[in-house]
C-alpha cells in the first residue's frame, strides 16, 4: 500500500525542539522527492523542506534554514524509508499541521517552496506555545 504516515507532533514551547518521522512505504521511495509542508489555520499550505532523490540535495524554506533538519534513514527495504524533520528554536509561528509530501519541481517560492504533489500525508499537529 502506497502511502506516507506521519508521527512526532505536539505541544513545545518557545525555543524548543520537536523530532517529525514520515514513514513512506509501498514504492521506490528513492526515486522521488520527498518533504515536508506546512499548513497554519487560514494560511495556505507552503513547502518546509525537501530531499531530492537525484545526488539526495537539501532544499530549504527561508524560515527553516538553520533551524530545521531533514534527513532519512538508509533503509535496505526499497519499499521503505523514513524521513525526519528535526526542528529547533521553534516559534509560535511555526505551529500548524505538517504534512509529509512526495512529488516534484520542489523550488523556493518567496520565504518557502513549493512543489507539484502527487502524494499527501494526513499530518501531524504541532503546537508552540509562547
Known amino acids: 500500500q502506497v502511502q506516507l504516515v506521519e508521527s512526532g507532533g505536539g505541544l513545545v514551547q518557545t525555543g524548543g525542539s520537536l523530532r517529525l518521522s514520515c514513514e513512506a512505504s509501498?514504492?521506490?521511495?528513492?526515486?522521488?522527492?520527498i518533504g515536508w509542508f506546512r499548513q497554519a489555520p487560514g494560511k495556505s499550505r507552503e513547502g518546509v523542506a525537501c530531499?531530492?532523490?537525484?545526488?539526495?540535495?537539501?532544499?530549504?524554506?527561508?524560515f527553516a534554514e538553520g533551524r530545521f533538519t531533514i534527513s532519512s534513514d538508509s533503509s535496505s527495504d526499497i519499499m521503505k524509508k523514513t524521513v525526519y524533520l528535526e526542528m529547533n528554536a521553534l516559534k509560535p509561528e511555526d505551529a500548524g499541521v505538517y504534512f509529509c509530501?512526495?512529488?516534484?519541481?520542489?523550488?523556493?517560492?518567496?520565504?518557502?517552496?513549493?512543489?507539484?504533489?502527487?502524494?499527501w500525508g494526513k499530518g501531524t499537529q504541532v503546537t508552540v506555545g509562547s
Open positions: 509530501a512526495v512529488g516534484a519541481a520542489w523550488v523556493p517560492r518567496g520565504n518557502s517552496l513549493t512543489a507539484s504533489i502527487d502524494l
Open positions: 509501498g514504492f521506490e521511495v528513492d526515486m522521488y522527492d
Open positions: 530531499i531530492r532523490a537525484r545526488y539526495g540535495v537539501k532544499l530549504y524554506a527561508e
